[in-house]
């Protein structure tokens, strides 16, 4: 299991600023509310209003959030996160011997 620290900090450098802007240009494009942008990305609705208002997301979120705007916006925008975001072999699934993307040897 890899801990929400090592996460944050694995590509901290590479993620975007989130802010109530960027959520709502997301949630424009992908013609959803933030409750369910939140939904998606397993927030609870409270949280992510307190999230918006307050204008910090925790690390964890902002992953998730650029994780979700690369796949659906990259090529819509200019501002979207280059590269990986977060290396898919720390998320390895049984039976496969290498990362499909970096093709590091998977845990």
């Not at 929400?4 to 992908?30: Q, S």
Request: proline share 7%; glycine share 8%.
């Amino acid at each position: 299991m890899i801990s929400n620290k090592l996460l944050e900090n694995y590509h901290r450098k590479n993620l975007p600023k989130w802010n109530h802007a960027r959520v709502e240009r997301l949630c424009g494009f992908l013609e959803i509310t933030i409750s369910e942008l939140g939904s998606l990305i397993l927030v609870p609705p409270k949280s992510m209003e307190r999230y918006i208002k307050s204008g910090t997301f925790p690390g964890p979120v902002k992953i998730l959030l650029t994780q979700v705007e690369r796949l659906f916006l990259q090529g819509a925008t200019d501002d979207t996160a280059e590269g990986k975001v977060i290396p898919l072999h720390l998320f390895a699934l049984q039976g496969r011997q290498e990362c499909p993307v970096c093709g590091k040897e998977m845990i």
